[in-house]
């Protein structure tokens, strides 16, 4: 087959949805496919971030166009937003060389403006007089118009499944769930076991944002830290300076707090040697890609009861599932875990365990079962 993937980002393969997309694509290769790609690098170098993402689409449409009349393509697989002006404006009058058009959520959109309505209502957050123009207003309506034009939709969970069946009019028939994997180099690590003078290190995974629970998760660490002195952090992939997570923890505490803004993929292994705990306590999630990471990486994971994230584990057998924008529930469970070193050990080897089955290879052929099947239906409909 002859694949384009499509997504509104940097083609970053360090990042969360940019990684996922590079990763399909070089397993693709691998399976004997074609692939090319087109992300926010296409784009003129001068233009904000923002701009890309409003004319994306467009770019979209006119980059679809130009392979379309040259070239016969089989699938145009692009994330949630960004197809839809080709499908709505061009597709229909094609007669010739149709790809199957592919949208996949990465998080649905609708799923994080929900959640970040909650936290206004909490007082938790602000929004900008701009957010009901783009994020909250026009960006909604081109994903729900991409989900709905699309000949497959690919979603990360049921409830981001069954709301877009219920809410943004997508045909049932047409979506399926589709999990994300990880790298070829987290597969099979040698798993270090936690004896009774192990030193224990909880790692926090993801951006240093509201969405990712900072707000419940740090007063809750700062319990921690304050009770349990031999008890250290590491902050991977804040995307914020040092100094910025530092300000919400009181000094004393900074010598047992590590922060790494930015790293390499291949480099978690080695960034999270000695750690046993990883605490993800988010808001919202498509499906929590550093959570089975850490898994296979030995760590036991300590997870909101939010979709996405518990769609990988189980609660008690290789995951400690607590509520979200729970302080008290974050606190208990990390505390719960160094108490009892025996328990932690179980977390930690079901969650090695369960990380095992979870690579591109696999997932990758997923994908592409489901291609077929949806290339066959469309040939199918047009004789």
Known sequence: MKILLAIHHPLDPNLGAPGVTWRLGQEYVKLGHEVSFFSFDDLPKFLPDLVKGILFPTFVATKISKIVKHECIDVIDASTGDAWIWAKLIKPFLKRNTPLLVTRSHGL?????????????????KLSWKYPIYHGGFQLWEVANSMRLADLVLCLNQH?????????????????????????????LTMESLSENSKIRIAHIGSYIPRKGIDYSVPALTRILLKFPEIEISFLGAMVPQERVLADFEPSLHNRICVISKYQNSDLPSLLAGHSIHLFPSLSEGWGLAVIEAMACGLAPIISNIPGPTEMVRHDYDALVIPPRDTEAIEGAITKLIGDR??????????????????YTNIAKQNLDLYTESLLKLQAKAL
């Open 342 to 359: 025996a328990y932690l050990e179980k977390l930690r080897n079901n969650a090695y365990k369960t990380a095992q089955s979870y690579s």
């Open 160 to 188: 981001d499944l069954q709301y877009s069946i219920k809410n943004l009019g997508v045909s049932a028939e047409r979506v399926h769930v589709v999990n994300n994997g990880i790298s070829s180099n987290l597969i099979g």
């Open 109 to 125: 959109e609708h799923t994080v403006h929900l959640q970040l309505l909650q936290d206004v209502a909490l007082g938790k957050a």
